[in-house]
């Protein structure tokens, strides 16, 4: 079950900037207080909210910080928009509007007793980060977990000291690799879908959960294809032109399927057709 949006899911709520830490040359990660709330911002992984500039505009964002912690709200954000770019002139103490949380999250309570293998392109680790949270919480209810993270550049790689903790812990199995290395690297040259194959899985047990750009995703579907997973095994989450989030718009309907309300996570084999079909 995903928690309620707020109450009125058109209106922002306040929220105070707390902090800000810079993760990459283009994104930084904001850590929110609400201005009226309980104190606590309940929200499923994989979910998104609306953040609100006053007087500018708003942007969807994936909620990146840890389900189990529900004292801030967190989220990272790639600096590459009109709002994105007012959000990154905000200091502490600024005040936000917040309309959320949104849409649908992981799957994680299918993918319990089996095998579980996220896989993120870049800024998708900010959606799966919850995910992760969730997995190292409840670890004994999966079996083999794995990570496969994917970015341009090692300067481009998200939360590297937790991804380093997380490879001394040996709880998960984390795979980092970088398009293009610097010469003090000394981890995998490649694209995320090479690592598919050293990552530890049973196919028939196995869901996976995708997150990154949508050249990333087609290629990792058919690298998945190849080592034995379905298309009903396969979550991809989609934040396709989301503008409302309440599926009022319409700019991201896909198919069938408005990406805001019955996803940003959605099972591959729902909306395959109409994800293969190129935006005009």
């Given at each position: 079950?995903?928690?309620?949006?707020?109450?009125?899911?058109?209106?922002p709520?306040?929220?105070?900037i707390?902090?800000?830490r810079?993760?990459?040359?283009?994104?930084?990660t904001l850590?929110?207080?609400a201005?009226?709330?309980?104190?606590?911002?309940?929200?499923?992984?994989?979910q998104?909210?609306?953040?609100y500039?006053?007087?500018?505009?708003?942007?969807?964002?994936?909620?990146?910080g840890?389900p189990?912690?529900p004292s801030?709200?967190?989220?990272?954000?790639?600096a590459?928009?009109?709002?994105t770019?007012?959000?990154?002139?905000?200091?502490?103490?600024?005040?936000?509007?917040?309309r959320?949380?949104f849409g649908?999250?992981?799957?994680?309570?299918?993918?319990?007793g089996?095998?579980l293998?996220?896989?993120?392109?870049?800024?998708?680790?900010?959606?799966?980060?919850p995910a992760?949270?969730?997995v190292l919480?409840?670890?004994?209810?999966?079996?083999?977990?794995?990570l496969?993270?994917?970015?341009r550049?090692p300067?481009?790689?998200l939360?590297?000291?937790?991804?380093a903790?997380?490879?001394r812990?040996?709880l998960i199995?984390?795979?980092?690799?970088v398009d293009?290395a610097?010469?003090?690297?000394k981890?995998?040259?490649?694209?995320?879908?090479?690592?598919?194959?050293?990552?530890?899985?049973?196919?028939?047990?196995?869901?996976?959960?995708?997150?990154?750009?949508?050249?990333?995703?087609?290629?990792?579907?058919?690298?998945l294809s190849r080592?034995?997973?379905r298309a009903d095994?396969?979550?991809?989450?989609?934040?396709r032109?989301?503008?409302?989030?309440?599926?009022?718009c319409?700019?991201c309907?896909?198919?069938?399927?408005?990406?805001?309300?019955?996803g940003?996570?959605?099972?591959?084999?729902?909306?395959l057709?109409?994800?293969?079909?190129?935006?005009?």
């Open positions: 079950m995903r928690p309620a949006p707020a109450q009125d899911p058109m209106t709520t306040p929220a105070r707390r902090k800000v810079r993760e990459t040359p283009d994104t930084f850590h929110l207080e201005d009226g709330r309980d104190g606590e911002f309940r929200f499923a992984p994989g998104f909210n609306m953040l500039v006053f007087g500018v505009g708003e942007v969807p964002i994936s909620i990146s840890d189990g912690a801030e709200l967190v989220h990272t954000i790639r590459v928009g009109t709002v770019r007012a959000i990154q002139r905000q200091r502490k103490e600024s005040v936000l509007g917040v959320g949380p649908q999250g992981w799957p994680l309570v299918l993918a319990e089996g095998d293998l996220l896989v993120a392109g870049g800024l998708g680790l900010a959606s799966l980060r992760v949270y969730h919480r409840h670890r004994s209810e999966f079996r083999d977990v794995a496969v993270v994917g970015a550049t300067k481009d790689l939360y590297g000291s937790e991804l903790r997380w490879q812990e040996g199995q984390v795979l980092v690799t293009r610097m010469p003090d690297w981890g995998t040259v490649g694209v995320a879908p090479s690592l598919l194959r050293e990552a530890r899985f049973e196919p028939e047990r196995t869901l996976s959960f995708v997150c990154g750009p949508e050249v990333m995703l087609r290629f990792t579907e058919r690298e080592l034995g997973l095994q396969l979550y991809f989450s989609l934040e032109n989301m503008k409302c989030a309440v599926g009022f319409g700019h309907q896909l198919g069938p399927a408005f990406v805001c309300k019955d940003p996570v959605l099972r591959y084999d729902r909306v057709p109409f994800f293969l079909t190129r935006e005009a």
